[in-house]
Nanobody
Framework: QVQLVESGGGLVQAGESLRLSCVSSGSRFRFDTMSWYRQAPGQQRELVAN???GVSTNVQGRFTIDRHSTKNSVYLQMNNLKSEDTAVYYCNAKGVYGKFNYDYWGQGTQVTVSS
């Protein structure tokens, strides 16, 4: 059974940094793509960063994504955090393996930025 486990969230002040980690277990193949999404209270889940396409425009210049070259792990470095970055951050892995389409999600890690 594939699991994605996020870590690194927490409570920080505006302007500070956090580094989120997502580590996978249970997969026999390398995921086609891994991403970070976030969901703020009352908002839809939105894409923050993808290991192929990069970060979204609203976090460009502050967030970076990097993925381990061989392992199914991905990281999100978040600098100069703002109150609007407060959300639950989710790790996602998706792709196609043979005839199997997969779309895995982690449980999420809370990021709270106080102003």
């Amino acid at each position: 059974q594939v699991q994605l486990v996020e870590s690194g969230g927490g409570l920080v002040q505006a302007g500070e940094s956090l580094r989120l980690s997502c580590v996978s277990s249970g997969s026999r193949f390398r995921f086609d793509t891994m991403s970070w999404y976030r969901q703020a209270p009352g908002q839809q889940r939105e894409l923050v960063a993808n290991d192929i396409s990069g970060v979204s425009t609203n976090v460009q210049g502050r967030f970076t994504i990097d993925r381990h070259s061989t392992k199914n792990s991905v990281y999100l470095q978040m600098n100069n955090l703002k109150s609007e970055d407060t959300a639950v951050y989710y790790c996602n892995a998706k792709g196609v393996y043979g005839k199997f389409n997969y779309d895995y999600w982690g449980q999420g890690t809370q990021v709270t930025v106080s102003s």
